[in-house]
């Protein structure tokens, strides 16, 4: 680390040996909402210091969440394309043992959460997350070898096991909202909520999130291209070939993990990054009244319990956690699959669906960005889901308007960022309470997947789901009916804001105003006591 930093610190030396001295933290203006103009990335009357800021920011804290994603969501979801790819034949799966594959690795997602906490206690992130991503990646590589179902749902378990240490331990290394009975730290979402702005949230937000979709495009690929290039090849399956290049693509994140992983910004500094940086992120982030880590006491369960953030927008996260259920790339692949298409079809039609989810994030992660806000994204995901419901309930509408519907389903995966961007920004004034109710929202947003999932689109009823699309579009009009309660919560708490920090300005001007009258008075009565005394 020293040597790279050696480097890095001499290349800029050269690059500004003529240069003026650079700014100060101080001495850079954080620059607020100039004009409504459209902006792509970086937001008008925003400074060079700045801007460099952000572009290092990018480079290293954005660039390795995605990467981190795109590998974890590729071990993750690689069992579906196996499914159709072989394994369901070669081992004579029947009934829900798909189901039971998923839900084995969740179960085990969600019992891993707590040990993994514990353990980002005791060890650095720096070598736990490392550690971790390899193990996983080793047990994903051993279902390669497996031979009965059973052996699969054990090492499933133990991936997701593994796995819970991503979500937290992207956040233990560049959040600093880590709630103490969570040992200091939580479940969704990367440091993209600690080190930038809001107006810089949504569109990284999806970019993110984009990032493990593209890994559900790619694992269907890399499905299709083994399947017509070495299945069979030294004696090995495709379907089985999938988990051992799974295996290989993770393993380079461990080595570039030791190298970027940051440190907490309120504790110490990273290597990649001076001291003017860091304070000017603690100064970018004070700009939007965003809070530092606070003292978790006995008012904190008070605060989240009372206020309406954990109620309300839990409510809004599992319903869209209901509806992402089905359709999906997993539920379009069992129909293709129902309807003979080839292997490569059945792993390469369904990536439509990631292709639509990663367009539609990352403009309307763009266009929240610019508005200042995500109600329109937001409506108009609601719209598309009832639609793509709906024709899936009609059903015999024929092939293309089928296809149709499931590929404008995929727009429910940018609800994922929006919601936790919303959270991020109404909750930004009491970071334990954001810290709470963002962990929530993937805790119990799973929770209830996991449980819809076995009941409601059981593998045994494909390609028709006939309960499932139905109680999906049950879910799809609950959820657009949430939304106007959503809005009514935020405008409410913005007027309330906006009260007090008018009461406040009054009440500071008229300190002002008071304190200079007493001077003025005691002025005046110190020169009259002097003429007095002459």
């Known amino acids: 680390m020293g040597f790279l930093r050696k480097m890095w610190d001499g290349s800029r030396r050269r690059s500004g040996e003529h240069a003026e001295p650079p700014a100060t933290a101080e001495e850079v203006s954080i620059a607020p909402k100039a004009s409504d103009r459209f902006y792509f990335w970086t937001r008008p009357g925003t400074s060079k210091e700045e801007k460099k800021l952000v572009q290092k920011l990018d480079l290293c804290i954005l660039t390795f969440c995605c990467l981190t994603f795109f590998t974890k969501d590729l071990d993750r979801n690689n069992i579906n394309n ?10 004579g799966l029947e009934g829900n043992e798909l189901n039971w594959m998923v839900t084995w690795f969740q179960i085990g997602y969600i019992v891993g959460q707590i040990p993994s906490q514990i353990l980002l206690t005791k060890i650095s992130p720096r070598i736990y997350l490392p550690a971790a991503e390899f193990l996983w990646a080793l047990f994903v590589l051993f279902i390669y070898k497996c031979q009965t179902p059973q052996q699969i749902y054990a090492l499933r378990f133990f991936v997701g096991f593994v796995e819970a240490a991503s979500w937290p331990g992207l956040h233990f290394m560049v959040r600093e909202c880590f709630p103490y009975f969570f040992c200091r730290t939580m479940i969704h979402h990367p440091g993209i909520g600690t080190w930038y702005r809001n107006h810089e949230i949504n569109k990284r937000s999806g970019i993110f999130t984009a990032s493990g979709i593209a890994a559900t495009m790619f694992s269907g690929y890399i499905q299709a291209g083994i399947y017509q290039t070495i299945d069979g090849d030294l004696g090995i399956r495709g379907w089985r070939w999938l988990f051992i290049i799974d295996f290989l693509i993770t393993c380079p994140m461990v080595i570039v993990g030791f190298i970027i992983i940051p440190d907490p910004l309120y504790e110490k500094k990273t290597w990649w990054m001076t001291d003017n940086e860091r304070q000017m992120c603690m100064k970018r982030l004070e700009a939007d009244n965003r809070q530092p880590l606070g003292k978790f006491d006995r008012t904190l369960f008070g605060r989240v319990f009372r206020r309406w953030h954990l109620w309300i927008l839990c409510t809004w996260f599992s319903l869209m956690y209901f509806v992402y259920q089905a359709p999906t790339t997993s539920t379009m692949a069992l129909w293709l699959k129902a309807e003979n298409y080839s292997v490569p079809d059945v792993n390469n039609l369904p990536t439509v669906y990631s292709a639509v989810s990663i367009v539609f994030m990352l403009v309307s992660g763009t266009y929240n960005d610019w508005r200042g806000s995500q109600i329109e994204s937001a409506a108009l995901v609601c719209v598309t889901q ?34 936790v961007s919303w ?7 009491d970071a334990e309470e954001r810290a709470i ?17 076995q009941v409601f689109v059981p593998t045994v009823e494909a390609p028709r789901f006939y309960r499932g699309y139905r109680a999906g579009l049950a879910a799809s009009l609950a959820l657009s009916a949430w939304l106007p309660v959503v809005v009514w919560f935020t405008r409410r708490q913005e007027r309330k804001e ?9 009440v500071e001007n008229y300190s002002e105003e008071g304190k200079a009258s007493v001077e003025k008075r005691d002025g005046a009565a110190a020169l009259a006591e002097q003429d007095k005394a002459n």
């Open 82 to 91: 196996a499914y159709v790819s072989g394994m369901k034949e070669d081992l």
């Open 386 to 419: 009832i639609v793509s419901e709906a024709m899936l309930v009609a059903w015999d509408l024929g092939k293309p308007a089928i296809f149709f519907a499931f590929y404008i389903a995929g727009t429910i995966q940018s609800l994922f960022p929006i919601i």
């Open 423 to 429: 959270t991020h920004q109404v909750c930004s004034a």
């Open 437 to 453: 109710v963002i962990g929530a929202l993937n805790s119990i947003g799973l929770a209830q997947g996991t449980w819809w999932n």
């Open 498 to 506: 906006r009260s007090e920090a008018i009461r406040g300005q009054v």
